[in-house]
Structures are given as C-alpha cells and as structure tokens.
C-alpha cells in the first residue's frame, strides 16, 4: 500500500519560515518523481515545488527564491522548506509522487498525500 504523509504545517506570521516532510511508504523512492502543490481555498491546485529521481529541481517564479525542495532517499522523505513566507502562501499543501516527469509536472501524479495546512498571517 502506498502512503505519502506530510506533516510540519501550521501557523506563522509573515517573513516565518516552515519545513515540510512527506514520508513515503509503499513506492520505490529512489526512481519517483516528487513534487509539492497547493490549494487554497477557492482556488485550483497549484504547483509548487518539483524534484527528479537525480535531484534537479524546478520552481515556479511565485516560490522561486523562497521555498527549497530536496529529498532524502535513504529515509525515502521529501522536504520542502518554505522561508519568507507570505500570507499568499496560505493553502492547504500536498505531496505527489509518479515514475512519470511529465504525469507530475501536469498535476497528474499517480500518488498524492492528504495534504497539510499551511497559514500565514500579516
């Protein structure tokens, strides 16, 4: 059975910083894509940080900067570490992992998690 759990969101004020894991269960870590989106409320997913099998990375300009992917694959976890942080951040944020680059860059991934709260506030 596959899992993906995030945990570390919360509260902070603006210019904070929080770290987020995902613990991954169930998937060969070490050949998987993985990446992070979010949703806020009223708003449609939106992607924003990714990570390949060989440790590149890719941002969107909105986080780029702010936010740093990386994964640990001996603990088969990702991390994002998000400094900066404005209240536009706020929104619930899910990990997601596919073999697939391409499933995962298009929000397709074949696996996500349950999603943790993130809120910032002015």
């Known amino acids: 059975q596959v899992q993906l759990v995030e945990s570390g969101g919360g509260s902070v004020q603006a210019g904070g910083s929080l770290t987020l894991s995902c613990i991954t269960s169930g998937i060969k870590f070490t050949t998987h894509q993985m990446g992070w989106f979010r949703q806020a409320p009223g708003k449609g997913r939106e992607a924003v940080a990714f990570?390949?099998?060989?440790?590149?990375?890719n941002y969107p300009d909105s986080v780029k900067g702010r936010f740093t992917i990386s994964r640990d694959n001996a603990k088969t976890t990702l991390v994002l570490q998000m400094n900066s942080l404005k209240p536009d951040d706020s929104a619930v944020y899910y990990c997601a992992a596919d073999l697939n680059w391409v499933a995962l860059v298009t929000g397709r991934p074949g696996y996500w998690g349950q999603g943790t709260p993130v809120t910032v506030s002015s």
């Open positions: 990570i390949n099998a060989d440790g590149r990375t």
